[in-house]
């Protein structure tokens, strides 16, 4: 088990040992990285990776063709190919045909997805980044039931990056503590590791079990209704409801926790609350933020839009739209007509709380994926809008900046804001949740 606080070169060491992490001209290397007695780009296909980002993984169309297509890379006999597909998307418990659209799953059915199509490959080397990060508790049991079943099978070698380490410790039996910029700072046994450096990693921001982070106090007053949705159905796509008759009232000083299996709507009605998707049946009365526009969010001009809703997508790069972090955070609140003065104000302590002030000048592609789901974040709350809707907003965060964005989550939600948070995080939905929706 690899860890380390968020940007330690987690995910760049992975890359780097599946020798897809580019060439010289494209960043710096010292020292030496062989697998098995070859550098990794001569040994290509022997390691399987599965990226934090399970969008940036999927390739084709269908969900067979996408399973099939690393073992169609590899040269695997064709009549060979398709029973490891079947095995493999069984095995992670992906139960769609093989023909399903991979364009119509769910976050945590691609991540599922992007598993299936590494175990068809069946790799000397499994290399996991993140694997249950979006997925469903049910979900989570299968998904490492699955690698279990493969690493007895197989006798392969994990390597595998999770903030949920207690859902790894028993297949594990060795971990390495990564810091930036400083190497490894602990490798041993787990048992050994957590009882000799289990307090100082866990300041650190690695989790620790038995030491995680804690939430603030609550002091919320719960006010006025913001949004309501009255016999509310929601779909991606015209004509393909994914869920229907949802009563909903989003107030003031209220978190309303959405939580349920992978592939239920959760994000569908997120988007849909959040302006971004028009409602399929029913009513969303957002009349409350609406200021003499319509009272119909999906109605609302993107300036409109930014400081009543906003919206943080499960994918961060899908809402990024500049060329720094600093122009990111300040696209929205220019957008929005506020003051430079208060802007920059606001940029300056989101950049400070969430630990994103010393990124300002860097592309937010090149971020790793902690890092990207704060400045998401960052960006929508530098709006200042009355509504949040947060779909995973702790996803990839190590101790410490889960601790910090729960904090600030908190005190928006203390201060009057309604927020809608759609996670699979057991603790955030403890620590923070007022209410919470269950989508079966």
């Known amino acids: 088990m690899l860890l380390g606080a968020s940007g330690a070169g987690k995910s760049t060491l992975l890359a780097a040992i599946a020798g897809v ?6 960043g710096d290397e010292t020292g030496a990285l062989r697998v098995g007695d070859a550098p990794p780009v001569a040994a290509r296909g022997r390691a399987g990776l599965v990226l934090q980002d399970p969008d940036s993984q999927t390739i084709l169309a269908r969900v067979g063709d996408d ?17 490891r597909v079947r095995e493999s998307l069984d095995a992670v418990g992906l139960r769609v045909g093989l023909d399903h659209p991979t364009a119509a799953l769910s976050g945590g059915q691609r991540q599922r997805l992007a598993l299936a199509g590494v175990l068809a490959m069946r790799p000397g080397i499994l290399l996991l980044d993140e694997p249950t990060a979006n997925l469903d508790p ?22 595998v990056v999770e903030h949920r380490v207690s859902t790894w410790l028993d297949l594990v039996d060795r971990v390495v503590v990564l810091e930036a910029g400083g190497g490894v700072i602990a490798d041993g046994a787990p048992a050994a590791v957590f009882a000799q450096q289990g307090r100082a990693l866990a300041a650190a921001g690695v989790w620790v079990p038995g030491l995680e982070p804690t939430a603030p106090p609550r002091a919320r007053v719960a006010g006025a209704t913001l949004v309501r949705a009255t016999g509310l159905a929601v779909a991606r796509r015209r004509g393909s409801v994914v869920r229907a008759g949802i009563d909903l009232d989003l107030r003031a000083g209220v978190l309303t926790a959405v939580t ?15 302006g971004l998707l ?21 109605r609302w001009r993107s300036r409109e839009l930014v400081s009543r809703i906003g919206t943080v997508f499960q994918e961060p790069g899908h809402q990024f739209v500049a060329g720094t972090v600093l122009a990111e955070l300040d696209a929205g609140p220019a957008a929005a007509g506020v003051p430079v003065a208060v802007r920059r104000a606001r940029i300056d ?21 902690g890092e990207q789901r ?12 009355e509504v949040l809707v947060l779909d995973e907003p702790t996803f990839g965060q190590d101790a410490r900046t889960w601790r910090e964005l729960v904090a600030v989550i908190a005190g928006l939600r203390d201060e009057g804001r309604s927020i809608l948070a759609v996670s699979h995080d057991v603790g955030f939905v403890a620590a923070l949740a007022d209410e919470e929706v269950r989508l079966a």
């Open 21 to 26: 992490l580019g060439g010289a001209d494209e």
């Open 374 to 385: 704060r400045l998401s974040v960052a960006t929508v709350l530098a709006t200042a809008p």
């Open 260 to 274: 349920g299996r992978n592939g239920a709507g959760k994000s569908t009605l997120a988007q849909t609350i959040g």
């Open 349 to 369: 302590e989101l950049a400070a709380r969430l630990r994103l002030d010393r990124l300002l000048a860097a592309n937010p592609h090149t971020l790793s994926g």
């Open 278 to 298: 028009p409602p399929a049946a029913g009513v969303l009365d957002a009349a409350p933020i609406a200021r003499g526009l319509s009272p119909s969010p999906i």
């Open 67 to 83: 399973v099939a297509f690393g073992c169609e890379s590899l040269g695997v006999p064709p009549s060979a190919i398709w029973p």
């Open 138 to 159: 049910a979900g989570v049991v299968e998904v490492r039931d699955a690698v279990a079943a493969v690493l007895e099978a197989t006798g392969a070698t994990l390597v």
